[in-house]
C-alpha cells in the first residue's frame, strides 16, 4: 500500500523553480532514500512534503489525503515528523526538555506511544545527558536529540533530512543501527543522504536526485550495478 503519493511536484523559492516535476512513492513500512550532490533539491523535496516549501504545481497525499496547502503543523498531526539537517534543538532546554516539549499523542490506542525513556533505550548516549543543556551536546548526540524528539510526537512516516551529514564514522555507525530498528518497529521512513554507502546499509529503494528531477529509480541492489548512474549523478 502507498502511504506517500508525490506527484509531479514543481515547488518554487520566489521566483526560483527548484524541483522540476518530482514523484516518487513511499509504501508502508519501507526505507526510501533521496540520493544525490549538495544542492540538488532533496532537502526542498522534504519540505515540500512538510509544507515548509511551496508547491506551485503536482499533487501530495499520504494515506490517500491531500497535503497540499495545509500548514506544517496540520502535516505533522497527520503522523508526518520532519528532522532537519539544521537539528534546531533548543540550546538553553535540557536534554529531557528538549524531548518532553516535542511529545504529542499517537493517533491510535494501538500503538505504543514513545517516551522519554524510550527514546533513551534508542539513543543510549543520551540518556547520560538527560540533564545538560543542548548547546553543550556534541554534534551526534544534537542530531540523536532531534531524532528523539521527533519521536516523541509519534510519527508513522518519518522525514529525515541528512541524518549523518558531519558525523564521526563511529557515529554513523550507531545512527544506522538506531535506523535499522526504527525499521523493524515497521516505521516509514523517507530520508535525504548523499552518503551512498550509508543509505546501502538501511534502504530498500532510492530516488536519484539532480537538477530538481528524478534522474534514477530502483533498488539499491540495482543501483549498485548502474556504475554510469553513480558516476554521473553521485560521483561515484
Not at 515548509?52 to 504545481?57: D, N, T, W
Not at 494515506?63 to 534543538?89: C, H, S, T, W
Request: aromatic share 6%.
Amino acid at each position: 500500500m502507498d502511504e506517500l503519493v508525490v506527484d509531479n511536484i514543481h515547488t518554487f523559492y520566489g521566483t526560483s523553480h527548484i524541483l522540476f516535476g518530482i514523484s516518487l512513492k513511499v509504501n508502508r513500512g519501507e526505507c526510501v532514500c533521496l540520493l544525490g550532490r549538495n544542492g540538488v533539491g532533496k532537502t526542498t523535496t522534504l519540505k515540500t512534503i512538510m509544507g515548509l516549501a511551496h508547491a506551485g504545481q503536482g499533487a501530495i497525499t499520504y494515506n490517500e489525503k491531500n497535503l497540499i496547502g495545509l500548514p506544517p503543523y496540520e502535516i505533522a498531526r497527520m503522523g508526518i515528523g520532519y528532522v532537519p539537517d539544521e537539528r534546531l534543538i533548543f540550546p538553553d532546554l535540557t536534554v529531557r526538555e528538549n524531548l518532553e516539549i516535542g511529545e504529542k499523542a499517537p493517533l491510535t490506542r494501538d500503538v505504543a506511544p514513545w517516551t522519554v525513556d524510550r527514546v533513551y533505550q534508542l539513543f543510549p548516549s543520551l540518556k547520560p545527558l538527560d540533564g545538560r543543556p543542548g548547546g553543550y551536546l556534541s554534534g551526534g548526540e544534537q542530531q540523536m536529540l532531534t531524532c528523539g524528539r521527533t519521536l516523541m510526537g509519534n510519527p508513522s512516516l518519518l522525514l529525515l533530512d541528512e541524518p549523518v551529514e558531519g558525523l564521526a564514522p563511529v557515529v554513523v555507525q550507531e545512527v544506522t543501527q538506531q535506523i535499522r530498528h526504527l525499521k523493524k518497529m515497521g516505521l516509514t521512513i523517507l530520508f535525504a543522504e548523499q552518503n551512498i554507502k550509508f543509505a546501502t546499509e538501511i534502504s530498500d529503494r532510492a530516488y536519484v536526485i539532480e537538477g530538481g528531477r528524478v534522474r534514477y529509480e530502483g533498488t539499491m541492489e540495482a543501483l549498485e550495478q548502474q556504475s554510469e548512474i553513480k558516476e554521473k549523478y553521485l560521483m561515484i
